[in-house]
């Protein structure tokens, strides 16, 4: 299963809002209830396959740091998860993935109409939650992250299997996919304390900076992890196309020769991709992992992901120092040092 001690790490960053967070669970499972029990049982399987929570521990987080304590943290926590568990569905369809968090993806199982219905049923839920919390600046928020993640994965798909990709490109998706739901759960937080408008962006944009690491070491994870690591076959990201920052780097720094050789490497993925043979695709694959190796772009694109870590730290700087505002830090920190 991906990552137990990811899992662990993040257990203990989180472990003075562990009632809030258990009282969040509860809430995501009394969402699930539907006359239709395949929604359900689509909703356990992708719910129960050892999701870290982060989205709504930062929440938790942010709002303590501010002040408030109150049970609007639950709802709103809870309807974030949501949201992003739709995403993670959706997202398998579009990739065609086979596995998620070490578990067979819900479209395998349930084929892929059944599984962006189930998708569409969590938005549904998540958005009814938020409504009924009835605060229009967190409503605004909300939508908000929903189009700029459906934006990430157009602008990514737009970019697939392109040696042209250019940084400003990669991260424009990865603000939109990843970043964009991380700041919303720190800046709601804050909101739900209400606190002033410059505090509100220190907190969305400490999550912003957050979501821009965990994403980085997650693309320097896929070159240099093993399938008992990620929960998935390692080089996902290149077999579907996905110029992340290793490759990106790569294809910056390598020679010419080099470079015609990748951009040549990602045109066979393309015609291979889903129905070439699979011998092609290996030998492409590692042609093209065994480049970013020796250019360094898994291991500058940590670094990378470390400067994002220090904006982080720098975005709560001025806040009180307590036990929220110390797992935060851990919270970033973890984001970027992770190995798993």
């Known amino acids: 299963m991906r990552g137990a001690s990811q899992h662990a790490g993040f257990e203990d960053v989180f472990g003075c809002v562990a009632e809030s967070l258990e009282l969040v669970e509860q809430a995501l499972r009394q969402q699930l209830s539907s006359r239709s029990d395949l929604l359900v049982l689509i909703g356990e399987h992708v719910l129960s396959a050892g999701g870290k929570r982060v989205r709504p521990g930062l929440l938790l987080l942010a709002s303590e ?37 070490g578990l067979s993806a819900a479209n395998v199982l349930w084929g892929n109409r059944r599984a962006v219905l189930a998708g569409d049923f969590l938005y549904a839920r998540a958005s009814s939650m938020i409504v009924d919390d009835g605060d229009l600046d967190v409503l605004a928020m909300f939508a908000d992250a929903i189009r700029l993640m459906a ?75 093993g399938e008992d690591v990620l929960g998935k076959a390692p080089f996902t990201d290149l077999r579907e196309g996905k110029v992340t920052l290793p490759l990106l780097l790569t294809l910056k720094r390598c020679t010419p020769a080099e ?55 720098a975005a709560i700087a001025p806040f009180p120092d307590g036990p929220a505002k110390r797992a935060l830090r851990q919270a970033a920190d973890l984001a970027a040092a992770r190995d798993s």
């Not at 926590?77 to 997202?91: F, K, M, P, Q, V």
């Not at 500058?300 to 470390?306: E, F, I, P, S, Y």
């Open 151 to 225: 934006e990430g994965e157009i602008l990514q798909l737009q970019t697939s299997f392109a040696s042209d990709v250019t940084e400003a490109q990669y991260y424009e998706v990865i603000e939109r996919k990843s970043a964009a739901l991380l700041a919303t759960a720190c800046e709601a937080g804050s909101i739900l304390a209400g606190v002033t408008r410059a505090e509100r962006r220190r907190l969305g944009e400490f999550g912003r900076e957050l979501g821009l690491a965990f994403q980085l070491r997650d693309d320097a994870l896929d070159y240099t992890a």
């Open 65 to 101: 740091l501010c002040g408030y304590t109150g049970p609007r943290r639950v709802q709103i926590g809870a309807a974030i998860e949501l949201l992003h568990t739709a995403t993670l569905l959706h997202d398998d369809v579009v990739d065609g993935a086979s596995r998620r968090r």
């Open 259 to 313: 470079h015609e050789e990748l951009a040549a490497l990602l045109k066979r993925l393309a015609r291979t991709e889903g129905a070439g043979s699979q011998d092609t695709e290996r030998d492409a694959v590692r042609r093209a992992a065994e480049l970013v190796g020796r250019h360094h772009g898994a291991e500058d694109t940590v670094r990378r992901a470390r400067d994002h870590v220090a904006r982080a730290h």
